[in-house]
Structure formats: structure tokens, C-alpha cells
């Protein structure tokens, strides 16, 4: 079983920046991709970065530029690094990896971002 453990949202301005933090309990390195969703509310859970063990990485066109998704193998953490924030950005942002043929998700972080 993986635990992924989230940390770091809160409220922000617009224009600010904030960097949620994703702790796995197994070694990131074993894991071939991994990914940030958000889902606000009313809407459906979307896609927002990806990160591969190979060092690949895909955002949603909505967020490119904006923010950078990173691995720290010693750590054991993934990163999601947002800069530029909108409000548009407000919602709960959820760590996800799969294992062994398992989905697994963190517990979610709210971003609030406020005009």
C-alpha cells in the first residue's frame, strides 16, 4: 500500500505563489508517473501536471508556465509549484500515483485564491 501524505495549501492573493508538497511512503523512483488533479467545486476532478520517473512532464494548458510539478527521489515528495495565481485556481488539489495496478490519492489540499 502507498500513503501519500499533502501539505502546503492555504489562501493566497492573486499574483502569489504557494507550493503543495506530496510525501509518498514508498520511493517516488518506483513509480512511473505521477500526477496533480484539482477539483473545484461543482466541477469535475481534472488533470493538472503529470511527472514521469524519465522526467517527463505535461501540464493543462491552463497552467503552463504557471506551474511546475517536480520529483525529489531522496525525499520521497512531489512538488507542485504554482506561481502567477488566479482565482480561477481556487480547489482542492489531490496527489495521485499508481502502484502495483492501484490508483492512490492524497487527501487533498485546498487553494484559495482570492482577488
Known amino acids: 500500500q502507498v500513503q501519500l501524505v499533502e501539505s502546503g495549501g492555504g489562501l493566497v492573493q492573486a499574483g502569489g505563489s504557494l507550493r503543495l508538497s506530496c510525501a509518498a511512503s514508498?520511493?517516488?523512483?518506483?513509480?512511473?508517473?505521477m500526477s496533480w488533479y484539482r477539483q473545484a467545486p461543482g466541477k469535475q476532478r481534472e488533470l493538472v501536471a503529470t511527472?514521469?520517473?524519465?522526467?517527463?512532464?505535461n501540464y493543462a494548458d491552463s497552467v503552463k508556465g504557471r506551474f511546475t510539478i517536480s520529483r525529489d527521489n531522496v525525499k520521497n515528495t512531489v512538488y507542485l509549484d504554482m506561481n502567477s495565481l488566479k482565482p480561477e485556481d481556487t480547489a482542492v488539489y489531490y496527489c495521485?500515483?499508481?502502484?502495483?495496478?492501484?490508483?492512490?490519492w492524497g487527501q487533498g489540499a485546498q487553494v484559495t485564491v482570492s482577488s
Open positions: 495521485y500515483a499508481a502502484w502495483r495496478g492501484v490508483a492512490y
Open positions: 514508498i520511493s517516488v523512483f518506483s513509480i512511473n508517473a
Open positions: 511527472h514521469t520517473s524519465a522526467g517527463y512532464t
